[in-house]
């Protein structure tokens, strides 16, 4: 016999099944997308050489954002403007690295530009400016893994 009940029941469970796994998948792709394991460092202003010990004087300044292994974005803050492309999906190890960057100094500002090959963890010198009454103002780049 025909059971309106039993089918109702069974269709509403074949309905939570499907939709939860569409939402579980969904959730998955959210997870993996978000995935970010590097950190991209912008060193710059005064005293920014990493290699350089302060000894007074200011401090550089710094950005940080995380990265994902292929990725691209823009930061502004106060004083400066960071636009990055990056990629790290090659098999070399390289990491290929776009910098649009420009930042306030006494003069004006100090704008730099250019595009990287590098390894993790290895500070990278992308601009300077010597003519500075304070000293010399420049930018170095990093990624690093997480």
Do not use: C
Not at 11 to 38: C, M, R, Y
Not at 107 to 131: F, I, P, S, Y
């Amino acid at each position: 016999m025909f059971n309106r009940n039993r089918v109702l029941a069974v269709w509403l469970a074949i309905g939570v099944l499907v939709g939860g796994a569409a939402i579980a998948a969904h959730a998955q792709s959210a997870i993996v997308n978000t995935h970010k394991p590097f950190t991209l460092k912008v060193r710059y202003g005064n005293n920014a050489d990493p290699a350089a010990t302060v000894t007074g004087g200011s401090k550089p300044r710094r950005i940080e954002t995380t990265v994902a292994e292929l990725d691209s974005g823009h930061i502004e803050t106060r004083d400066a403007v960071l636009d990055y492309w990056f990629d790290a999906t090659g098999d070399s190890g390289d990491m290929a690295l776009s910098v649009d960057f420009t930042y306030a100094i006494a003069q004006g500002q100090l704008h730099a530009q250019t595009r990287l090959l590098m390894r993790a963890g290895e500070w990278k010198r992308v601009a300077v400016n010597t003519d500075s009454d304070t000293g010399t103002d420049a930018v170095f780049v990093r990624v690093d893994r997480n």
